[in-house]
């Protein structure tokens, strides 16, 4: 898995919520059920995409998880760095200076994947798989 399970639950949240009807919101367990995530651990997921001003949450009858701005307008980066994923990660070996000047041995490759990861990240959108099929199987 390239991604750690906490920031691969927040993209499938999030894509969950992205194929809503406007105005649409989901409650806990819904959405837990939708994504395959275990409740207690999607919450924690959920608080930090809210402080990101990404979710919007509503409690009581009603309310629910939804998202706070259009699909079409939250990127990828934006939910990754929500769920604290740094794609300008630094050198591989950490080194604090690496560049094309004093490169470590991964530099070429290494900046090679961030910068494709960089592209994808900025250019892709949640509107990018709204309404999109779930392909017929059930997650869990």
Known sequence: MLLNLTVVYGLRAMAVLAGLVAGESLNAKDLAARTGVPQ????KVMRKLVVARLVRSQR????????????????????LQALDVQIDGGCAFGY???NEAQPCALHPLWSRLR?????????????????????GRALG
């Open 40 to 43: 207690q651990y999607l919450s």
């Open 60 to 79: 009581g009858h009603g309310g629910g998880f939804s998202l706070a701005q259009p699909a079409a307008r939250i990127t990828m980066a934006a939910a």
């Open 96 to 98: 604090a200076a690496c």
């Open 115 to 135: 910068q494709g990861l960089d592209t994808w990240a900025n250019s892709c959108t949640f509107g990018d798989v709204a309404g999109k099929p779930r392909g």
